[in-house]
């Protein structure tokens, strides 16, 4: 069977464990994220805190040497038939999960000069998003313009903001019109600034794992009807990691919720909030067979494809066999679409080079 060539919304890079020890003065180097291995699990430490533990099993899984090495990085992606990736970080989303906005800006602005100096600078086909901190939206709107600089196509927020600031709240207004005129997209990765562990026990996981879709959800219902994304046409924002198909079955209730309860409803938005979300929501998926048919029949198409590379959710090292799974006998108007069309509206990919 043929390769079948797609570029990935959803990657991530896994960082130096000491990019913020060589970056940032002792006292808040020894505050940023921070990883101990003992003999069967590894510990992650925030701040003095302690954010997860994980079986070595599942540490290790995700990490083939393209994890770290980006030369063995572009070789799996020549392999598995990726052209470009955006790559989100690893160790980096922990930056949302501190409470010190000063902590979370220098950790931030310590990450996004490694990846700029020592990732992207690789290859073009690396589209990395920039960290912000989420703590403090003046700080997150001068690195967002700093990132831009350092060429930058997009930046990363939380699926779950800091408490007290719920993304319908006015103090965000900075950094969407920020995000709008430098013309950056808002990439929010699903599982990211509270524990995603919600459920314990019989069944666990698998709640987890859908469980870990629904922050994501909020960010679209508080973007669309607090009115950020209707005062911002140009501003796309990225669900990265959450599936594509429940977005029309949101975008019906919250129609019917505008419609309904007109009454309550404010701010009144100039469009429906189906078609904000329908022009201007992005979301990535990894096997889902419910994406094909929602583009096809539900008239959705900002859906992208997510390699997940190298998680264990993602297609690693079958990349191939669940494309044509995906993909085999659908139109293919369809596959650009989703392989790389809907990308390239978001962010400038470079052109292939012929394989
Ligand atoms: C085994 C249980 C049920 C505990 O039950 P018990 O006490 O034994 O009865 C529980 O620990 C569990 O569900 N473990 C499975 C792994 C997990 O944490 N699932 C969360 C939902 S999935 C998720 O959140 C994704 C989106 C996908 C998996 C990797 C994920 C956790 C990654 C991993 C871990 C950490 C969080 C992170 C970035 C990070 C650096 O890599 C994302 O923010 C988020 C992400
Ligand atoms: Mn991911």
Redesign the pocket.
Known sequence: TDKIWASSADS?VLEPLDLWKRALPAALAERAPWTVRDDNRET?YVDGQV??R?PIS??DA?RPPGAEDVSARLQDLDEQGVWAEVVF???G??ISNMSDAELSRECARAWNDWCAADFASASARLLPSAIVSALDVADAVSELGRAKELGFQHVYLPTTPPAGMPYNNEIWEPLWAAAAEAGMALSF????GA???????????????V??TMPGQRVVTHLVASGALDRHPDLRIVIA??GCSWIPALADRMDEGYRQHDMFVRPKLSRLPSEIIFRQVYTSFQHDRSAVPTVEALGYDKVMWGS?YP???GTFPNTQKVLHELFDGVDQAVIDRITEGTMRELFDLPERIPA
């Open positions: 991530h992650v954010m997860r994980d599942f540490s995700m970080p690893s160790r989303l922990w990765h699903v599982g990211t524990s995603p562990v919600v459920a314990r026990g019989p069944g666990g996981a698998v709640i987890n794992y469980e870990t990691e959450g997940d998680h264990l959710e």
